[in-house]
């Protein structure tokens, strides 16, 4: 098995902007009315690409991954839990949970809190 990670990451951050402009389009938003987002915590520089393009700062994002490591299925809820427990999350905001994992799988979801 050999990993080209210059194509993972190109993939991944491809990935993760469509299935995120899928679920603002179901949900009739945009970027600009999320008030967090928390991304798969699989990688930084994966992260960052993928809020840059999407043109989200960066205080909107959610990273735990400086704590926790790659979590793998697990990152998204814990990093939910997280910010809910720090604050980062009140009532009637609205989150953007995206994901991309393991058999190069990805799903995005937005919840209004």
Do not use: Y
């Not at 993972?8 to 995120?20: D, E, G, I, N, S």
């Not at 960066?58 to 299925?73: P, W």
């Not at 905001?93 to 799903?107: A, C, K, N, P, R």
């Amino acid at each position: 098995m050999k990993m080209r990670g210059n194509e993972l990451f190109k993939r991944a951050v491809k990935a993760m902007l469509q299935a995120m402009n899928v679920s603002l389009k179901k949900a009739k938003l945009s970027f600009e009315d999320i008030d967090l987002f928390i991304p798969h915590q699989a990688n930084l520089r994966i992260i960052k690409a993928v809020t840059e393009r999407a043109g989200l700062p960066m205080e909107k994002v959610f990273i735990n991954l400086d704590e926790c490591g790659n979590m793998s299925a697990a990152s998204i809820a814990v990093g939910l839990d997280q910010a809910v427990r720090r604050g980062k999350i009140k009532k009637g905001d609205i989150i953007l949970l995206t994901s991309f994992g393991g058999g190069l799988t990805w799903g995005s979801l937005v919840i209004e809190w």
